[in-house]
């Protein structure tokens, strides 16, 4: 019996996000943005740069507030997208 499906993809040639895209199947709705002070990795992947901000986009504020549970457990499908430079319109 298969309990939970969880996937990871990398999506190449974002160089922006904004609330209203459509990125990998994803509408974005909300976007929460975080400065990171120090680099990490999971699984050989690099997905914190120090001194650099990365953004996760879904397609609600709570889907965003809530996707990944305190024991890492997937809850909504969402993009992290990293390093980013962000830029205010």
Same mark, same amino acid.
């Given at each position: #019996?298969?309990?939970q499906?969880?996937?990871?993809? +990398?999506v190449?040639?974002?160089? @922006?996000?904004?609330? *209203?895209?459509?990125?990998? !199947?994803? $509408?974005? *709705?909300?976007?929460?943005? @975080?400065?990171?002070?120090?680099? &990490? @990795?999971? *699984?050989?992947?690099?997905? #914190? /740069?120090? *001194?650099? /901000? +990365?953004?996760? &986009?879904g397609r609600? =504020?709570?889907?965003?507030?809530?996707?990944? +549970?305190?024991? !890492?457990? =997937? $809850?909504?499908?969402?993009?992290?997208?990293?390093?980013? $430079? #962000?830029?205010?319109?």
């Amino acid at each position: #019996m298969i309990t939970q499906v969880s996937a990871f993809e +990398a999506v190449n040639g974002v160089q @922006s996000v904004s609330v *209203g895209d459509d990125i990998a !199947g994803v $509408r974005v *709705g909300a976007i929460r943005c @975080s400065f990171h002070h120090r680099d &990490a @990795s999971y *699984g050989g992947e690099q997905y #914190m /740069w120090r *001194g650099r /901000w +990365a953004c996760l &986009a879904g397609r609600s =504020k709570e889907e965003v507030e809530t996707a990944v +549970a305190e024991d !890492g457990t =997937k $809850r909504f499908d969402y993009i992290h997208v990293a390093p980013i $430079r #962000m830029q205010v319109e």
